[in-house]
């Protein structure tokens, strides 16, 4: 057996990769539509700071890290996800003194040591936007509305918005002991992990993938978690602003984030069809990260989506792609300097020009013409030599017409413009 890619890695291949670029396109493009800008953060951090952010109980941080000292004995860390790097760069590059309030996105891929299976990878791509410097609930609803317009925009059109108000951090550590109350009668019943948490993180048990923990989970009617005034009437804005935005969401679930940087409002998007792996986005505020981190008070919200989760879950499949570009097939490979000088001379055009190199037969040239999807193809022979003039068939139109040499060029490059969006 040859050599493989790891387990729980994919290869995009060249089919595949339409699909991709479809999502990233749509997501840049939505993402700079309500006033996001890209940031690009290394794939390898100090370790530490997914420690101080994520949180040390959480399963990301105890399972799912990818861990190794360099050789300066340095402890480095593959990016598990895209929030503390985010909000590492603010600071590092000041943008909390020079920009205030801040939105950006980042697009990327992200590791983490799971058990791979349906929509669980060990290295994944996520799309995420980040407000930071701002508590108004508004911007929560912003960030709401912009994750569900790009997934409607990318096909995914079978989705359920969750929402929820995990509070401020004082209400957190009410609702952890109010919490531990509901919970106490079944803590014998929770799995091995959620007992050790139950004092430290007792949150984690509303996140725990243990079926029997579901299960207990589940029987906490209501909203686990209570609210002081102010998170109350900012969780009400941000129901207000979703009804507004002609978003609708659902805020009956019992359910919590599972990294320890959230506060007050958090929400997931399920959607249908995708068995046991159902989240195609998730995200929440953040208040107290980039003071944890060592900057000023800056309130913070945003999101991830799982690019391949994304992709799992359109329902909506995108048009076939239109013919594009131009194949030169020659009739001997005496003419192949001659046909080389036109296809480049397209290309400086702007016009997907492509033939062969290898002699083949005219007749499987075409062959690859038709598979290869363009939509122009033209023959070069001796006729065409003699004549100076060589025919052009547009297979999309089914028409064909005889060009000259000298304005050969120059016309296909018109008419694939005028008509191909490039
Ligand atoms: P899950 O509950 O499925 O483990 P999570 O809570 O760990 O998800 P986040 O850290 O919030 O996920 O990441 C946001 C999104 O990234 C998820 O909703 C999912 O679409 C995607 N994602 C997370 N982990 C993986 C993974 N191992 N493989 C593929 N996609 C993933
Ligand atoms: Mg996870």
């Known amino acids: 057996m040859g050599l493989q890619a790891l387990r729980g890695t994919t290869d995009v291949l060249p089919n ?21 800008q890209e940031l690009r953060t290394p794939l390898i951090e100090d370790a530490a700071l997914f420690l101080r952010s994520v949180g040390e109980t959480t399963d990301i941080v105890q399972k799912e890290m990818f861990r190794f000292e360099d050789r300066g004995g340095h402890e ?15 600071l590092e590059h000041n943008l909390h003194k020079t920009q205030g309030f801040v939105k950006l996105f980042y697009l990327g891929p992200m590791f983490r040591a799971e058990r791979p ?22 911007v929560d609803v912003e960030v709401i509305t912009l994750c569900v317009h790009i997934l409607r925009e990318c096909g995914v059109t079978d989705a359920a918005v969750w929402l929820s108000s995990m509070g401020c951090r004082d209400d957190q550590a009410t609702s952890a002991q109010l919490l531990r109350e509901r919970l106490q009668p079944d803590l014998a019943k929770l ?27 589940w029987k906490v009617k209501g909203s686990p978690f209570v609210l002081c005034d102010q998170c109350q009437a900012d969780f009400d804005t941000v129901r207000r602003g979703l009804t507004a935005a002609n978003v609708p969401f659902d805020d009956t679930k019992v359910f919590a984030r599972g990294l320890d940087y959230y506060t007050r409002t958090v929400f997931e998007v399920r959607a249908k069809g995708l068995g046991a792996q159902d989240a195609v986005a998730a995200g929440g505020r953040y ?14 919200v945003g999101f991830a989506t799982g690019i391949e989760r994304l992709l799992m879950a359109q329902t909506a499949t995108a048009p076939a792609p239109s013919r594009r570009g131009l194949y030169l097939a020659i009739a001997q490979s005496t003419l192949l300097q001659e046909a080389f000088r036109f ?5 400086e055009q702007g016009v997907i020009a492509l033939m062969d190199y290898d002699g083949k037969s005219l007749k ?31 297979l999309e139109q089914s028409s064909q017409q005889t060009l000259p040499f000298d304005t050969f060029v120059a016309t296909v490059a018109q008419q694939a413009k005028s008509r191909e969006c490039h």
């Open 76 to 90: 480095i860390v593959l990016r598990p996800e895209g929030t503390a790097s985010i909000v590492r760069a603010y």
């Open 287 to 300: 208040d107290s990260l980039v003071e944890d981190l060592g900057g000023p008070h800056a309130g913070a």
């Open 16 to 36: 595949d990769v339409t699909r991709w670029s479809a999502v990233e396109h749509t997501a840049r493009r939505l993402a700079r539509l309500y006033g996001y």
């Open 343 to 347: 296809v480049q001379q397209l290309r």
């Open 364 to 394: 499987s040239q075409l062959r690859e013409a038709d598979k290869s999807g363009c939509r122009f193809v033209a023959i070069l022979g001796e006729t065409e030599m003699t004549q100076r003039a060589i025919t052009l068939k547009d």
């Open 117 to 138: 299976q349906a929509g669980r990878f060990r290295q994944f791509h996520q799309l995420g936007v980040e407000a930071i410097g701002s508590d108004a609930p508004w």
């Open 191 to 217: 799995c091995k992990e959620c007992q050790a948490r139950f004092e430290k993180n007792i949150f984690r048990v509303l996140d725990c993938k243990h079926p029997t923990c579901h299960e207990i989970a």
